[in-house]
């Protein structure tokens, strides 16, 4: 108890209040003990100092014993007192006061009168008539304390409430234990011992409002750092949309731009605090145009030599307006190098390489791109593929080649091009409804079909004023580079514009591209009562359509008719879209959504033989024919030093790009098990000679030399549209495969460094719009 009382004076955790209580409460406690052992060992001495010490020993455990009780009562009031509940402590508290005073009185009185206990003539102390109400009153006080306790147990906590039950609890049974029992101090004992595990307890409880208190602290630190970001956020939101606002054809640019940064960055294995910060460089880059001219700016046609060099003067001016940021010097270096060029080309200080900041070059990228999809005052959105061109032309020149290959990755990946500006008045996600006048005056841009169930809701109503025919909506299915419909003969040529069939509400198709088209429709109603309702009222239509390689299904109802109309498509490769347009007709509550339900290969009926490309005899594999973006690959294959596999491909009629040709696909699984769940792809190599790694336990390196037989480009994708042979040759050594080939005129090799964890390699043949047949396997 006196090392108790130590450790509380030199505490720091807990109030001066508190620690005086504490500090009174364990000194009692030991003091208690010592008289305790003082009453025991001299009861029985003659002499004077026996005589005395006996006497103060028997009336300082007295007083203690009432003492202690009344120190817990007082703690108890600091900690009942110190919350929301009460603003003072509860009467009975006091009450127990009062009953301490009175015992404290009574105790004094005995001394005099021998109420509690005598002493015989052998200086032995002896209990009295009044000795059981000398422990009446440390009772009752703890009673009332435990009353209070009980009350109160949940707000406490689980520690300290249940020590201070305790408290109330085990003293009261041990002077219950100390009527029937002589020669033991049960209830000393029990009081000291639960004095001692007040403390511990308390300095538990204490470190546990620490901790919360510092919680709370850290809590209130994040909250702020929150706010500051969320402000940091606004403001830098409100500055790029005030940005954008000068261009009237640039909006959301800086918002995309700086989405695109992140994607890239991510991809490039950047940290979290890295892509945050290339965000926000690239949400501002541009944020110099508010010191040029909205005349300039907003200019028509084409720019003067000094208009243009006043133009080239936005990175700078950003780079003054955001240098002033000392926190975030990044910003500066986004606004002032987004335009610099890889090959040293670019403005304004014509840095070349690595010399860019490396964020400048990932905003550079993202820029270009987001520049290439978006409407201009003088070209509307370029196709992707077209872009994606670009970029291939501008590795190493215009763009870091890193990064390049990232976002050339990523529009691989985009077959429904989701990547551009989405703010085109017919937008299907953006508009809920389209007014028709003439036949095909304005159509939605289309939904793309796939194997998984496309629904589509809307209502239609005939305009006012028009009795024709012809005055409901029709749906057409078709294919082209941004997927909308034309009708200008060149913008259709431009954009390999491509329908199959349009079919209208009424179940009436029309065969365009499509090889065959079959309608099955059944009458709800009368065919009166429908035309009745397309002429008078609103009419709503659910249409249901799925796509399944080379067949659409397209199933319709209008409450009157139901339609089931199957179009047998001219190949399995080109996209399948369906858009929305009508004549003398408004379409609203358009709704479009994906149900989740997919189909299989015999879910839609064939009216057609399927167009295949690789009806010849096998190799020692089954032949593949891929008629989109890895849509399909050949059965695996284990890797092997010094394996050789050869091949034949050939690009798909439908082939128009450089990467319309074969991939070879490194991938392995974890634990051995073979499955998609572990499947691990490592490298994909493509034999235009791109290559890339796909799990952050590989690395892939691919050189490329143009033989003297490789001429240009479009030579290259003839020859693959003529069909070519092809051997690919595996060397593996420790955790490293090397493929190599040569290829319609270019020398390709492949270095995959990986995981020596992985015990198996294998490998596949894939690619797009190709035909791989005759595979052969050399070990």
Known sequence: ?????????????????????????????????????????????????????????????????????????????????????????????????????????????????????????????????????????????????????????????????????????????????????????????????????????????????????????????????????????????????????????????????????????HYAGKTDKECEDIYFAALLHDVGKIGIQDSIINKEGKLTDEEYAIIKSHPVIGKQILSSISQSPYLSLGANYHHERYDGNGYPEGLKGEDIPDLARIIAVADAYDAMTSKRSYRDPIPQQIVREEFVKGIGTQFDPVYAKIMIHFIDFDSEYQMKEREDPYEIEADTSLVCSRYRSSATAGILLTSTFTHIRLTTKMNDGFKEANFIPTFIIFDSLDARVYEDEKKRADLLYFEYATVRADGVTEIKEARNVKTDSKDLNSTAEETKAFRNGAVTIELDAVRFKDHALIRMTNGYRSHEIIIALTDSTRFAYISLTGEHCTLTDIDVTKTGEEIGEDYIPRISEEISYINVPAGDIPNVQVDGWRAASSEKIQVTDGMKISFHTMSLPTARLIWHCPFAVLFTYDDGKEDDEHYRELTVLRLDGEGWEEDEDADNQVSITKLDSFTDWNDWKLKNKSGLDCELTYHTENGKVIIETQFCGLSIRSTTTYDEKFPVIYTCLTGDQCAITNIRIKR
């Open 1 to 265: 108890c006196g090392l108790l009382a130590l450790f509380i004076l030199i505490t720091k955790a807990i109030s001066k209040r508190r620690k005086w209580i504490m500090l009174s409460l364990e000194l009692s406690s030991m003091f208690l003990l010592i008289f305790d052992r003082f009453a025991y060992f001299f009861r029985g001495h003659a002499g004077p100092i026996g005589y005395w010490m006996v006497r103060i020993s028997n009336f300082a455990v007295y007083m203690f014993t009432i003492a202690i009780p009344l120190i817990f009562t007082i703690y108890l009031i600091d900690i009942v007192a110190d919350g929301e509940k009460y603003e003072k402590a509860p009467k009975r508290l006091r009450h127990s006061c009062y009953v301490a005073f009175i015992a404290f009185a009574v105790l004094i009185i005995s001394q005099f009168t021998g109420f509690y206990y005598t002493f015989d003539e052998f200086n032995c102390y002896q209990r009295s008539y009044g000795f059981m109400i000398s422990y009446i009153f440390p009772l009752g006080i703890l009673l009332i304390d435990l009353s209070v306790v009980i009350q109160n147990y949940r707000r406490l906590g689980r520690f300290l409430g249940l020590t201070l039950l305790l408290f109330s609890i085990v003293p009261t049974a041990a002077s219950v234990l100390q009527f029937f029992v002589y020669g033991i101090s049960f209830t000393e004992m029990s009081l000291v011992g639960m004095a001692m595990i007040t403390y511990i307890m308390s300095l538990v409880d204490t470190n546990d409002m620490i901790e919360q208190a510092n919680m709370r602290e850290i809590e209130h630190e994040r909250e702020e750092r929150r706010n500051i970001k969320l402000l940091f956020e606004q403001t830098a939101s409100a500055l790029a949309n005030a940005i954008d606002a000068k261009d009237k054809y640039t909006h959301g640019h800086s918002r995309r731009v700086a989405k695109y940064s992140e994607k890239i960055a």
